[in-house]
């Protein structure tokens, strides 16, 4: 894992950011950003809808099975995030660590970013068909929100540029096989999720992650198509109706 015959870019050089000879895709293009813009499209569809109950529950309109709806979503959302995070702590950070050291903030804010998801766990089975249910639930999503969006600043600034300065892209290969190990065809279609259309899925895939076309085809587009049908149409059509009582 020797880079002893490769001088990497000075700190304050933001060209760590683009691809080089070192990584062959910019860091917006990177497999960890993609999962953290996938959890930030989460987030921001869980906001939404949150928003949208109250809006319902106001007018008397909310009912079991949006509720049920949310609850699906929000399992699918845990998941992701769990996981994600079981990743960096048991995988990519221990490997970083045999070279680097990687700030402690690390550790510590995916403890308080448990804490936070916890505490939103227990506040959205508690929900029912009230508005104090909701607010209740809604107090602990903002902190929640709030922890996760910092820290994933935080880690695009620290973790990865760590990554990009000290490692490079052929030495990572190994690490991203054991990470591919623990993911399964539904996360596979997650991660396409933040992405606007397959135009841009089937670029990421061809060009970045070198996913053959046939598995693009028969795998993850699938998948992906899943997802959007399974959890965010339904989440969407709650937002819809709640647009439609407020106007």
Not at 115 to 142: G, N, W
Not at 224 to 233: E, F, G, S
């Amino acid at each position: 894992m020797s880079t002893d015959n490769v001088t990497p870019p000075e700190d304050h050089d933001e060209s760590w950011k683009e691809k080089n000879d070192r990584w062959p895709f910019t860091t917006k293009d990177d497999g960890w950003i993609k999962a953290h813009d996938a959890l930030r499209a989460d987030l921001s569809d869980l906001r939404a809808v949150i928003q949208a109950m109250q809006q319902l529950a106001k007018n008397n309109r909310l009912t079991k099975r949006q509720i049920k709806s949310v609850l699906v979503y929000w399992a699918r959302f845990q998941h992701s995030l769990t996981h994600h995070h079981d990743t960096e702590d048991h995988i990519v950070i221990p490997w970083m660590c045999t070279r680097v050291l990687v700030p402690d903030t690390v550790a510590s804010e995916h403890k308080e970013l448990l804490d936070a998801m916890e505490a939103v766990d227990t506040k959205i089975k508690a929900v029912d068909m009230t508005e104090s249910s909701i607010a209740a639930l809604y107090e602990k999503f903002q902190i929640l929100e709030r922890v996760v969006l910092d820290h994933f600043q935080e880690e695009e600034a620290s973790v990865l540029k760590l990554l990009r300065l000290h490692f490079t892209f052929a030495e990572f290969i190994p690490v991203e096989k054991q990470i591919l190990k623990h993911l399964g065809p539904a996360d596979l279609g997650w991660i396409l999720r933040a992405m606007k259309n397959d135009e841009e899925r089937r670029y990421w895939m061809t060009n970045v992650a070198k996913i053959p076309r046939l598995v693009q085809s028969l795998l993850m587009l699938p998948f992906c198509r899943r997802h959007l049908r399974k959890y965010i149409r339904p989440l969407q059509d709650i937002v819809k109706e709640a647009e439609g009582v407020a106007n």
